[in-house]
Nanobody, 124 residues
Framework: QLQLVESGGGLVQPGGSLRLSCAAS????????IGWFRQAPGKEREGVSC????????NYADSVKGRFTISRDNPNNSVYLQMNSLKPEDTAVYYC?????????????????WGRGTQVIVSS
Protein backbone atom coordinates (compact mmCIF):
# COMPACT_ATOMS: atom_id res chain seq x y z
CA GLN A 1 0.00 0.00 0.00
CA LEU A 2 1.38 3.36 -1.04
CA GLN A 3 1.93 5.66 1.92
CA LEU A 4 3.53 9.02 2.65
CA VAL A 5 4.43 9.98 6.21
CA GLU A 6 5.57 13.44 7.25
CA SER A 7 7.68 14.22 10.30
CA GLY A 8 9.81 16.99 11.74
CA GLY A 9 7.21 19.58 12.62
CA GLY A 10 7.11 21.39 15.94
CA LEU A 11 7.21 24.70 17.73
CA VAL A 12 9.97 27.11 16.76
CA GLN A 13 10.68 30.77 17.40
CA PRO A 14 10.61 33.32 14.59
CA GLY A 15 13.90 33.21 12.72
CA GLY A 16 14.44 29.57 13.58
CA SER A 17 14.70 26.49 11.38
CA LEU A 18 13.01 23.14 10.95
CA ARG A 19 13.58 20.24 8.59
CA LEU A 20 10.53 18.31 7.48
CA SER A 21 10.79 14.79 6.13
CA CYS A 22 8.43 12.85 3.88
CA ALA A 23 9.00 9.12 3.90
CA ALA A 24 7.45 7.02 1.14
CA SER A 25 6.57 3.37 1.43
CA UNK A 26 4.81 0.87 -0.77
CA UNK A 27 6.17 2.38 -3.95
CA UNK A 28 9.36 3.65 -5.51
CA UNK A 29 9.38 7.34 -4.73
CA UNK A 30 11.65 8.24 -7.63
CA UNK A 31 8.77 7.50 -10.00
CA UNK A 32 6.94 10.61 -8.79
CA UNK A 33 7.48 14.31 -8.47
CA ILE A 34 6.75 15.20 -4.85
CA GLY A 35 5.35 18.41 -3.46
CA TRP A 36 4.93 20.10 -0.11
CA PHE A 37 1.68 21.91 0.67
CA ARG A 38 0.47 23.72 3.75
CA GLN A 39 -2.81 24.79 5.24
CA ALA A 40 -3.18 27.37 7.98
CA PRO A 41 -6.36 27.65 10.08
CA GLY A 42 -9.08 29.39 8.14
CA LYS A 43 -7.05 29.50 4.94
CA GLU A 44 -6.97 27.49 1.75
CA ARG A 45 -4.27 24.94 1.16
CA GLU A 46 -1.34 26.32 -0.80
CA GLY A 47 1.59 24.84 -2.63
CA VAL A 48 4.93 25.44 -0.94
CA SER A 49 7.43 23.63 -3.13
CA CYS A 50 7.92 20.67 -5.44
CA UNK A 51 10.76 18.57 -6.81
CA UNK A 52 10.90 16.44 -9.93
CA UNK A 53 11.31 12.68 -9.74
CA UNK A 54 15.04 12.92 -10.48
CA UNK A 55 15.56 15.87 -8.16
CA UNK A 56 16.87 17.91 -11.07
CA UNK A 57 14.29 20.68 -10.92
CA UNK A 58 12.45 22.45 -8.13
CA ASN A 59 9.83 25.15 -7.71
CA TYR A 60 8.85 27.35 -4.79
CA ALA A 61 6.03 29.62 -3.77
CA ASP A 62 7.10 33.26 -3.78
CA SER A 63 6.42 33.45 -0.05
CA VAL A 64 9.16 30.90 0.74
CA LYS A 65 11.77 31.54 -1.96
CA GLY A 66 15.21 32.02 -0.48
CA ARG A 67 14.14 30.57 2.88
CA PHE A 68 13.01 27.01 2.10
CA THR A 69 14.90 24.30 0.23
CA ILE A 70 13.41 21.06 -1.05
CA SER A 71 15.56 17.99 -1.67
CA ARG A 72 15.17 14.26 -2.08
CA ASP A 73 17.07 11.08 -1.35
CA ASN A 74 15.68 8.53 -3.76
CA PRO A 75 17.65 5.51 -2.48
CA ASN A 76 16.02 6.17 0.90
CA ASN A 77 12.61 7.01 -0.57
CA SER A 78 12.53 10.37 1.19
CA VAL A 79 11.91 14.02 0.40
CA TYR A 80 12.90 16.88 2.69
CA LEU A 81 11.94 20.50 3.23
CA GLN A 82 14.55 22.61 4.98
CA MET A 83 12.85 25.70 6.38
CA ASN A 84 15.01 28.60 7.54
CA SER A 85 14.20 32.12 8.74
CA LEU A 86 10.75 30.97 9.77
CA LYS A 87 8.01 33.53 10.23
CA PRO A 88 4.75 33.38 12.18
CA GLU A 89 2.90 33.30 8.85
CA ASP A 90 4.58 29.96 8.09
CA THR A 91 2.47 28.39 10.82
CA ALA A 92 0.39 25.63 9.23
CA VAL A 93 -0.04 21.92 8.82
CA TYR A 94 2.45 20.77 6.18
CA TYR A 95 1.65 17.89 3.85
CA CYS A 96 3.64 16.04 1.24
CA UNK A 97 1.96 14.60 -1.83
CA UNK A 98 2.73 12.97 -5.11
CA UNK A 99 2.49 15.35 -8.06
CA UNK A 100 1.45 14.94 -11.68
CA UNK A 101 4.10 17.50 -12.61
CA UNK A 102 6.55 19.95 -11.09
CA UNK A 103 6.63 22.58 -13.79
CA UNK A 104 4.22 25.23 -14.95
CA UNK A 105 1.08 25.22 -12.84
CA UNK A 106 2.70 22.93 -10.28
CA UNK A 107 0.78 24.30 -7.33
CA UNK A 108 -2.44 22.72 -8.60
CA UNK A 109 -0.85 19.53 -9.90
CA UNK A 110 -1.41 17.37 -6.85
CA UNK A 111 -1.48 13.64 -7.43
CA UNK A 112 -3.46 10.93 -5.72
CA UNK A 113 -1.39 10.28 -2.63
CA TRP A 114 -1.08 12.45 0.46
CA GLY A 115 0.43 12.18 3.89
CA ARG A 116 -1.49 13.06 7.03
CA GLY A 117 0.52 16.19 7.75
CA THR A 118 2.85 17.58 10.38
CA GLN A 119 2.13 20.71 12.40
CA VAL A 120 4.54 23.66 12.28
CA ILE A 121 4.04 26.50 14.74
CA VAL A 122 6.22 29.60 14.57
CA SER A 123 5.75 31.67 17.67
CA SER A 124 7.70 33.45 20.37
Amino acid sequence: QLQLVESGGGLVQPGGSLRLSCAASGFTADYYAIGWFRQAPGKEREGVSCITSSGGSTNYADSVKGRFTISRDNPNNSVYLQMNSLKPEDTAVYYCATMTRCGGGWSIAQGDYWGRGTQVIVSS
